[in-house]
């Protein structure tokens, strides 16, 4: 049997619970995969088409070097735009630069019958264990939520901080903890301490604060290199940043619907990731 090592694309901090997912969940090892940095554009602009989009590229550039550093088996996106083309596109250039991987491709999850997520699963563990994953999952989810939380409360508060750099190693070190909670219980009690450390940390904030709203293309937004690090250099200048796009909003856990019924006259169908927002 295949000592499998996966890893999904580099999306902000959600490598904290997709580790917990494959190791606790599934009983496998996960790659996390290296932040987006210029190697990483370089690689995929290399060996994609030159008209594809730019996540794109930093996916492919992403599973590259994931596979540089180990990984044999990479879950691929799916989506209802050009994303949903993306897996098949991945897999067959990644096949053609002579990469000996397993591919799992979402997008054949979310169209097909429960039944091939749970194949999909036993290829990459035939162990595996539905209610390991059973229990692992309402933490995983919950998971997301304290991240989103405590990183929507960081953006608008880290412009102020007194003591440069206290939110981000507050929150850093939160992140590593994570990596090792596998009940919900553990991760309740650490994620509600977070949030107490966050506003207990200094910050001389002024009464009624400039404030700007991020908007835009979903993975340019959730990946500090894809937009030039636009929050921080935003909290330089002693601004709030407001940010609805996350996880726990978007995908998973948030209000589509109420979204969905006010852009009903502007958009009759779901056209991807930002036709909600």
Not at 115 to 129: A, D, G, H, R
Not at 149 to 164: L, P
Not at 253 to 266: A, V, W
Request: proline share 5%; with cysteine.
């Amino acid at each position: 049997m295949v000592d499998r090592k996966v890893t999904f694309p580099h999306l902000g901090s959600y490598f904290v619970p997709l580790e917990v997912l494959f190791k606790a969940g599934l009983g496998v090892d996960y790659i996390i995969p290296p932040s987006i940095t210029t190697r990483t554009l370089e690689l995929g602009s290399k060996h994609s088409p030159d008209t594809v989009c730019a996540p794109f590229k930093y996916n492919l550039g992403n599973y590259i070097e994931s596979i540089e550093a180990g990984a044999n088996t990479l879950i691929q996106v799916g989506g209802v735009c050009r994303l949903g083309y993306y897996g098949e596109l991945h897999e067959q250039i990644i096949k053609d630069l002579g990469y000996d991987v397993l591919f799992i491709n979402m997008l054949d999850i979310k169209l097909k019958k429960p039944l091939v997520l749970y194949n999909q699963l036993k290829t990459i563990n035939p162990e595996m264990s539905l209610k390991k994953i059973a229990k692992v999952l309402p933490v995983v989810l919950k998971m997301i939520e304290y991240i989103d939380e405590a990183e929507d409360f960081i953006r608008k508060n880290v412009g102020f901080e007194t003591t440069r750099g206290s939110f981000e190693s507050t929150h850093q070190a939160f992140l590593e903890e994570l990596r090792s909670v596998y009940n919900k219980k553990e991760l309740n009690i650490m994620g509600q301490k977070h949030l107490r450390d966050l506003k207990a940390i200094s910050v001389k904030k002024p009464k009624h604060p400039l404030r700007v709203g991020i908007v835009g293309e979903y993975y340019t937004i959730m990946v500090p290199y894809s937009n030039h690090y636009i929050e921080k250099e935003l909290a330089k200048m002693g601004i709030v940043v407001d940010r609805w796009m996350s996880l726990s909003n978007s995908l998973i856990l948030g209000p589509q619907s109420t979204r969905k019924e006010r852009i009903k006259p502007y958009a009759k169908y779901d056209m991807g990731a930002t036709c909600m927002f």
